[in-house]
């Protein structure tokens, strides 16, 4: 997947076409559906982003999100912010050739919908992933989610040309508001994903499968009902360290992951990043500044699999 170029002029006519006849964003999930969408089920799949004539340097971004409870309304934020994520991203070049992919979180044992996943994504189609998502919003209500579920989906069954080309790490941002189970359910697997697994995984394990292939973030939003928790805060900063984050207002969320995404690539500062936005008529600089501030000036470290010559996000060769 992963063909095609975002054009914000299609965005502004489904969105004007929309509000003219009334219809949702998500009208899959507004219609009352309460089964995985067929074409984000992750039963037997494997997402893929893969270089191409129109994009030959493919960054992967993916985006999983927490559909649980208070968390239930992120994906409309994401939905109304498309425009400026892809705009910092292509225009800013931030990053060659993004592909995105959009997700969403619940709890495998309760939830009927606890994991659903799109295809990685260069055009439109991104938004239309966006619009099957299930807006479940139920959850265990014991401040526990199915995020390593998402995990082990990402460690085993995606396939990148960054990775296998060019020895370069994806981008993933989950965001959420509650701690992961400590381990990976083989039953829950087998009946959500397909694979025949004969143990569980512990947690470590699946996190440090996932960040080997992918620079893994965990953003914990303002207005989420653990916000600011300190149990939840040192549980994942115990596992990512300080690519766990804080945001003291979820309209920020688009923001902050495009300048992660320019700083992990090195095509910005911080300084830039903000500035970038300020220009952009964004409301978020104070947001990001304090939410990235501790990113700023870090490398991303790449395995030397593959002998590679890196490219920045201006298309600045750097050996």
Known sequence: MGSGIWSTDVYDAADRYRRATGASAFSYSDS????????????GAVRESRDSAEHPQSTPIAVLFDVT??????????????PQLLGLLLRQGYARDPQIMFGAIGDATCDRVPLQVGQFESDNRMDDDLGRIVLEGGGGGQMTESYELAMYFMARHTATDSWDKRGRRGYLFIIGDELAYPRVKAREVARLIGDDVREDVGLRQIV?????????????????????NATVLDHWRGLLGQQAVELDD????????????????????????????????STATGTVSRALARLDGGRRTEVAALPVTRTDGRGVTRL
């Open 250 to 281: 979820l309209d920020a969320v688009c923001e902050t992951i495009a300048l992660t995404i320019g700083l992990g690539e090195q095509a910005i500062d911080l300084d830039e990043g903000l500035r970038d936005l300020d220009r952009a008529g």
């Open 32 to 43: 009352g559906a309460r089964t995985v969408h067929p074409a984000i089920d992750p039963r």
């Open 69 to 82: 409870g208070s968390m239930g309304h992120v994906p409309r934020v994401l939905q109304t912010k498309l």
């Open 208 to 228: 440090d499968e996932v960040t080997r292939r992918w620079d893994t973030y965990y953003l914990l939003p303002a207005g989420s009902h653990y916000s600011g």
